[in-house]
């Protein structure tokens, strides 16, 4: 079973800031947080990861809170071409064992409206 | 680099058919995954592997095989392919373990009729 819960949908307008929220409660300190998004049906693409500091890159922002029970996934600046279906993921760091495999949840639909 | 490769991109099989779909990465990754995703569905681990030689399985195996014999491909194979199993199907592969990214091929879409 997936290990992070997120709402099923959302909707932001163009060029606003698009927040989308994730709880991981059970997560492992060697557990990262990964945001993937799929547009359309294409194969899912990598966003962003995290430990447990904050991170930022050109495409989008993470904040993982201090328990690291939850994160939020920021797009500072959402065009149409963000709408996507987001998946936040938690995903062990470093062993080649089971523990390494990639669990996907049902994810965020997020809408961007004009 | 070409990254994840999958074949091939469109597939019609018949009831009780067999067909391999080929997933190659040219990335030296250990790490590789086969994932199916139904219309309106998020994406569902079949089967993985974290290096050659070593498969295991994933949330719904059943009626799929793969091996594992070089880094470079994880091929997925149908032994008798039945309607259940119409799908868009993705490869995946990376480093293993965490602090790195996955990438992803563009789908396989299989119907079977």
């Known amino acids: 079973d997936a290990k992070t819960t997120q709402p099923p949908s959302m909707d932001c307008a163009e060029g606003r800031a698009a927040n989308l929220p994730c709880n991981h409660s059970?997560?492992?300190?060697?557990?990262?947080v990964y945001w993937y998004r799929q547009i359309h049906s294409q194969g899912p693409q990598y966003i962003i990861h995290?430990?447990?500091n904050n991170e930022t890159n050109e495409m989008a922002s993470l904040i993982i809170t201090e328990d690291r029970k939850s994160s939020t996934l920021i797009l500072p600046h959402a065009t149409l071409r963000d709408t996507a279906v987001y998946y936040c993921?938690?995903?062990?760091?470093?062993?080649?064992?089971?523990?390494?495999?990639?669990?996907f949840g049902s994810g965020t639909r997020l809408s961007i409206r004009p | 680099n070409a990254g994840v490769t999958q074949t091939p991109k469109f597939q019609v099989l018949k009831t009780g058919q067999s067909m391999t779909l080929q997933c190659a990465q040219d990335?030296?990754?250990?790490?590789m995954s086969w994932y199916r995703q139904d219309p309106g569905m998020g994406l569902r681990l079949i089967h993985y592997?974290?290096?050659?030689?070593?498969?295991d399985q994933g949330e719904v195996p059943n009626g799929y095989n793969v091996s594992r014999s070089t880094t470079e491909d994880f091929p997925l194979r149908l032994l008798s392919a039945a309607p259940s199993q119409t799908s868009v199907y993705f490869c995946?592969?990376?480093?293993?373990?965490?602090?790195?990214?996955?990438?992803f091929g563009q789908g396989t879409r299989l119907t079977v009729v």
């Open positions: 059970t997560i492992s300190g060697n557990e990262y």
């Open positions: 990335m030296n990754h250990e790490y």
């Open positions: 995946a592969s990376s480093l293993a373990g965490g602090d790195t990214e996955a990438f």
């Open positions: 592997s974290v290096g050659a030689g070593i498969t």
């Open positions: 993921i938690v995903r062990v760091a470093g062993v080649y064992s089971s523990a390494s495999k990639i669990i």
């Open positions: 995290g430990l447990k």
